[in-house]
């Protein structure tokens, strides 16, 4: 009698248990405006399409800033002019990226040469919990150089951002593939 006592008084408090169940994947569901694109609208040395779901801001020394509003991102150009330092440019730029070797699990290099106008530069993708995931530059090589680096307004979360990475990265490539220097 004992026994059976024992093995009811058991059963019924293993059993008043709930069964614990893995949580289900879940993904983000983020929805990106439809690319559009239009000229940049400020005199500058340079000319390139720039997203019309941006805001546009006019820095000194014909620098920009890039706004993404609803993404908390930026992309910062700024624009030198060459005066026989273009190796000095180019150094400046690349130590800019690879400060980020400590937080960046990779750094991927794209290069650009398009000879016809004239536009000669890299691209940076930068995984990891990093400040920036994408910098930029590109020069004509005698007379112009652009440095671009794109900035999230939070701490740095990769997994969480690459969806918007990969939407301004699309941005950025479309910049430099229409980017186009003033004669003087």
Known sequence: MRNLFFLIFLFLFSSCKEETLPKPKAYLSLEYQKKSYQNLSLKRPY????SKNTIVIDEPNNWLKIKYPDLKASIDITYRPVANNLKELLTEAEKLVFKHTVKAEQIIPKDFVNP????YGSLYEITG???????FHVTDSTKNFIKGSLYFYAKPNYDSILPAVTYIKEDILHLVETLEWKKK
Not at 116 to 119: G, M, N, P, T
Request: aromatic share 6%.
């Open 116 to 119: 016809q106008k004239r536009v």
């Open 129 to 135: 919990n990093a400040a920036s995931h994408i910098q």
């Open 47 to 50: 000319t390139f399409r720039v």
